[in-house]
């Protein structure tokens, strides 16, 4: 079974083409499949919408965050601990990933990988309009990550991803915002998982605001390095 959890904090925007696309999807390929819409204690609609749609399809599994400390990592963590797929997918709610990549990613894992990463900088990949100074930072990132871990991956940063289920509940994941990214990435590699990529590209959201705080993302993503001492 596959479980497509996807984090959601005001994005009454993005969600109806993203699920709608995904449904279509996944009724096509005929999959044995759910869909887990985390509602981080929004503010619009987004919670209503979520709603809507579980009622309409009996394989989407709403989840409402309550007052709880809101971030992307916190709601990735509580929506996969609901999720019931051998194979989990991470879908950003911006509708920023391409989610034809999931048949790639989930071929990788079948191939006997632990860890699949959607990669933007690798040949067939291509960061699609993500601005060139977000670009130098992630794929840079992601390159040190490599050489200080020996990962040999090239876009850890970016959380869509697909995994095993046994991997996320080795790796103790603590990071409540986009940190949980490289985090999850580095704490698998260590725990000595098989790893691999695809590739992807990205798209900028179309609506709504980015929620990703650059100066706060770089000191967090930089303090990861200490796990290597631990």
Request: overall charge positive; hydrophobic content about 35%.
């Given at each position: 079974?596959?479980?497509?959890?996807?984090?959601?904090?005001?994005?009454?925007?993005?969600?109806?083409?993203?699920?709608?696309?995904?449904?279509?999807?996944?009724?096509?390929?005929?999959?044995?499949?759910?869909?887990?819409?985390?509602?981080?204690?929004?503010?619009?609609?987004?919670?209503?919408?979520?709603?809507?749609?579980?009622?309409?399809?009996?394989?989407?599994?709403?989840?409402?965050?309550?007052?709880?400390?809101?971030?992307?990592?916190?709601?990735?963590?509580?929506?996969?601990?609901?999720?019931?797929?051998?194979?989990?997918?991470?879908?950003?709610?911006?509708?920023?990933?391409?989610?034809?990549?999931?048949?790639?990613?989930?071929?990788?894992?079948?191939?006997?990988?632990?860890?699949?990463?959607?990669?933007?900088?690798?040949?067939?990949?291509?960061?699609?309009?993500?601005?060139?100074f977000k670009t130098f930072l992630s794929s840079g990132y992601s390159k040190i990550a490599s050489l200080w871990y020996g990962t040999?991956?090239?876009?850890?940063?970016?959380?869509?991803?697909?995994?095993?289920?046994?991997?996320?509940?080795?790796?103790?994941?603590?990071?409540?915002?986009?940190?949980?990214?490289?985090?999850?990435?580095?704490?698998?590699?260590?725990?000595?998982?098989?790893?691999?990529?695809?590739?992807?590209?990205?798209?900028?959201?179309?609506?709504?605001?980015?929620?990703?705080?650059?100066?706060?993302?770089?000191?967090?993503?930089?303090?990861?390095?200490?796990?290597?001492?631990?």
């Open positions: 079974m596959i479980s497509l959890v996807i984090p959601l904090y005001n994005e009454e925007g993005n969600i109806r083409p993203l699920v709608d696309s995904i449904v279509e999807l996944i009724i096509k390929k005929k999959w044995d499949s759910e869909i887990v819409l985390v509602d981080d204690n929004s503010n619009d609609q987004t919670a209503e919408i979520v709603d809507n749609y579980s009622k309409k399809y009996d394989f989407i599994v709403p989840l409402h965050r309550g007052q709880e400390k809101k971030g992307m990592g916190f709601a990735l963590i509580e929506g996969t601990k609901k999720a019931n797929g051998d194979i989990i997918i991470w879908t950003m709610g911006d509708n920023s990933d391409d989610i034809n990549t999931y048949h790639k990613l989930i071929n990788k894992i079948n191939e006997g990988y632990d860890m699949v990463f959607a990669a933007r900088y690798i040949k067939g990949g291509s960061r699609g309009n993500l601005d060139l040999n991956l090239h876009d850890i940063t970016n959380a869509f991803r697909a995994f095993k289920k046994n991997v996320f509940e080795k790796c103790n994941l603590k990071s409540g915002d986009f940190a949980i990214s490289p985090e999850f990435a580095i704490k698998a590699h260590l725990n000595g998982f098989k790893l691999g990529e695809v590739p992807t590209t990205y798209t900028n959201r179309k609506k709504g605001k980015s929620k990703f705080k650059l100066i706060d993302m770089g000191i967090k993503y930089i303090s990861l390095f200490k796990l290597r001492m631990r």
